[in-house]
């Protein structure tokens, strides 16, 4: 361990980086590298470098060593290395460890939640709600003892007990989107860990520096090194991860195109995979509901954030032409009145969006979408603020009249983007998220039990919200959506988690009398 921590110190380390764009930092020689977080320390990569950028004034803030096969395959010497005896340490004692890591990141929540608003660019208290998430993955694998003590029988047949045991996989691997990082990390890592596993992330490249320091206060709580690795990459690092074959289970959250790719490889190459992807979620909003409430739960859900949640709310439905009228007249003053500010800025309701391309990418759908014949309420193309010009903002943006042949009705914005969608009626409603090609999560709000009832039984998505607009399970209970926001059949943390991460032993166990049983050896043995 100490041979890791002095590696620590050089994780992320001042170096002399030549002829990077340090136009926005007001520093032409210094940049601070990012390095991947191994055993025996970095080095030996591909000496590819990302760039990380600053949302919220543009240009680079730092720089991110991109790893490579050869790289993995130390990661996963040191992790092959030290599994076996983490497995065999008593389920309480990797629990304690648990409890310990939970100290120590309440401990530094202000250092991490600056750290991650600077590369993410969401606001702070939001940060916090996203490093509090994933605590409370960690809080749940505190009571891992209890949820790993297995079945068994007794007298399954005479002198017969059966029992089954969960056992760790051996090595498992989590790739990350950006819009979550510790969040995420956290789902997987603390339940690969807890049950056992070592386990290596591979972060994404756009906000690297909040996942290495969660893997460094690992080290602090006493996990022994080389069972949560932090390794850096791009599509290199990841196909290396997927053909690795002592790798044995792979956890992704990112972009659908990409989660079907990584399952397909993944799955082909023999490996356990889930693979979460995006989403377009609904909000569908009833005659009776209490409009206030929506509009107050709406602008937050869609604009927090920026919108770069895979659990935003991009869509609402409003039932009947009275409801959209009402809701719009709610709607438009909410959404003037938002402020948009640096992540840094407490009164900000969002920041920045993540990159430059992503500000474009999200401006070429509010384009699109007018273009497709929608009302553009609120336009937030263009947007700049003041000291901050050459920051990723995007502006709130309202559109009415979206209907479903839309192009940018069908795909994920990803944006501080809303679009009305009217439906006539309930049915209608009900068949929008239903029948639409992401079912990560969706929220009804209604004052009607039985009309919110029948919703939440009949709807083709994964995740329900009733008068809930993020409607984000609790940590010991699991998330995951459904169709092309998850590819796989095991959800993220709670006892899915346990289940993706850990393999069933049963075990069949005759202790006789000594008495002769008088069976037959060629015939299969029943309990008849
Ligand atoms: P992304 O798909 O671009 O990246 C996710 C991961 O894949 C990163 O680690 C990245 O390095 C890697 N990657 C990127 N390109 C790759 C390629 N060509 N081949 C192999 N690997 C590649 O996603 P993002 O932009 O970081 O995150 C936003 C997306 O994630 C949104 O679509 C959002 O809805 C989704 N998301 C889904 C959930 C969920 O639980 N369903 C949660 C959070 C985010």
Aim: glycine residues 12%; charged residues 20%.
């Amino acid at each position: 361990m100490q041979d890791m921590a002095a590696s620590l110190s050089l994780a992320i380390a001042l170096v002399l980086v030549c002829g990077c764009d340090t136009s926005e930092t007001g520093d032409s020689t210094l940049m601070r590298q990012i390095d991947h977080h191994i055993v025996g320390g970095a080095g030996g990569n591909t000496g590819r470098l990302g760039d990380v950028l600053d949302p919220n004034n543009g240009g680079v803030q730092a720089q991110v060593a991109l790893g490579d096969k050869a790289l993995l395959d130390r990661a996963v010497a040191a992790a092959k290395a030290a599994q076996p005896a983490w497995a065999a340490v008593n389920p309480q004692r990797r629990a304690r460890v648990m409890f310990e890591y939970k100290r120590l990141v309440e401990a530094n929540m202000d250092e991490l939640a600056q750290m991650l608003s600077a590369e993410h660019g969401k606001v702070i208290a939001d940060a916090k709600g996203d490093i509090q998430r994933g605590l409370e993955v960690v809080e749940f694998c505190c009571g891992i003892p209890h949820v790993l003590k297995g079945e068994y029988t007794q007298g399954a047949g005479p002198g017969i007990d059966v029992y089954s045991m969960r056992q760790p996989l051996g090595i498992g691997v989590g790739i990350t989107p950006f819009n979550f990082p510790a969040m995420i990390p956290l789902w997987m890592g603390a339940v690969a860990t807890a049950v056992g596993n070592a386990f290596i992330l591979k972060p994404s490249e756009r906000d690297p520096s909040v996942p290495v320091r969660l893997a460094e206060l690992f080290l602090e709580a006493g996990m022994p090194e080389g069972i949560f690795q932090v390794v850096h990459g791009d599509k290199e690092m990841v196909d290396a991860i997927l053909d690795h074959p002592d790798i044995a289970a792979v956890s992704f959250v990112g972009s659908s195109d990409i989660a079907h790719y990584v399952y397909e490889r993944g799955v082909r190459a023999g490996k356990r995979v889930q693979a979460m992807g995006g989403a377009k979620n609904h909000g569908i909003v009833m005659p009776d509901a209490d409009l206030d409430q929506v509009v107050s739960d709406l602008t937050g859900a869609a604009f927090g954030s920026a919108g770069e949640r895979c659990m935003a709310l991009p869509v609402v439905v409003p039932v009947g032409e009275d409801t959209a009228q009402r809701l719009r007249d709610k709607l438009v003053p909410a959404i003037e009145a938002l402020r948009v500010g640096v992540s840094t800025d407490p009164d900000a309701h969002y920041g920045p969006v993540v990159t430059q391309a992503h500000k474009e990418k999200v401006e070429g759908w509010i384009a699109k979408c007018a273009d497709e014949g929608a009302e553009l309420v609120v336009d937030g193309r263009g947007f700049t603020l003041q000291g901050h010009e050459k920051g990723f903002f995007v502006g709130p943006t309202l559109f009415d009249h979206v209907t479903p042949e839309m192009e940018s009705y069908k795909e994920e914005i990803f944006g501080p983007v809303l679009q009305i969608v009217r439906a006539p009626d309930f049915e209608t409603a009900l068949e929008l998220p239903s029948r639409h090609q992401y079912g990560n999560g969706v929220a009804i709000f209604t004052r009607n039990g039985h009309a919110a009832r029948e919703f939440a039984a009949r709807v083709n998505v994964g995740m329900v919200g009733i008068n809930v607009p993020i409607p984000v399970p609790v940590a010991y209970h699991t998330f995951g959506g459904w169709k092309r926001s998850a590819f796989g059949d095991t959800n993220q943390h709670g006892m899915e988690g346990v289940k993706f991460w850990t393999k069933v032993k049963t075990v069949t166990a005759r202790w006789p009398d000594g008495s002769p049983d008088g069976g037959n050896a060629f015939v299969i043995p029943t309990m008849g």
